[in-house]
């Protein structure tokens, strides 16, 4: 069992940064793959970057540039360093994990097994 929980949400204006934070607990070691997604309110979840245990990432077209997706693994902590926020990244956002390395070439967050709690992001104009 593994459980996840963010922080570092917040109310930023835009231009403005944040870091996201996701603790992991448990078989934490055994991760795979972990996931940060977004869910805005009326719209769909929406995978934001992805880390797998070689360390490869890949980060959303609409973040490329702005969003950077690491992890101190002695911490078993997931980072996302959020720069140049806009309006339209305001969300929820949510960390997720799975112990399958093909995991990370799902586009769904729903397809991993666990996820946190979110952390509110909202950016004001």
């Known amino acids: 069992q593994v459980q996840l929980v963010e922080s570092g949400g917040g109310s930023v204006q835009a231009g403005g940064s944040l870091r996201l934070f996701c603790a992991a607990f448990g078989y934490a070691y055994s991760l795979a793959c972990m996931l940060w997604f977004l869910h805005a309110p009326g719209k769909a979840r929406d995978g934001v970057a992805t880390?797998?245990?070689?360390?490869?990432?890949s980060v959303a077209d609409s973040v490329k540039g702005r969003f950077t997706i690491s992890k101190d693994s002695p911490k078993s902590t997931l980072y996302l360093q959020m720069n140049s926020l806009k309006p339209e990244d305001t969300a929820l956002y949510y960390c997720?994990?799975?112990?399958?390395?093909?995991?990370?070439?799902?586009?769904?967050?729903?397809?991993?097994?666990?996820w946190g709690q979110g952390t509110q992001v909202t950016v004001s104009s």
């Open positions: 880390l797998n245990t070689f360390g490869l990432t």
């Open positions: 997720a994990a799975d112990f399958r390395l093909s995991t990370c070439k799902e586009g769904s967050p729903n397809v991993y097994a666990y």
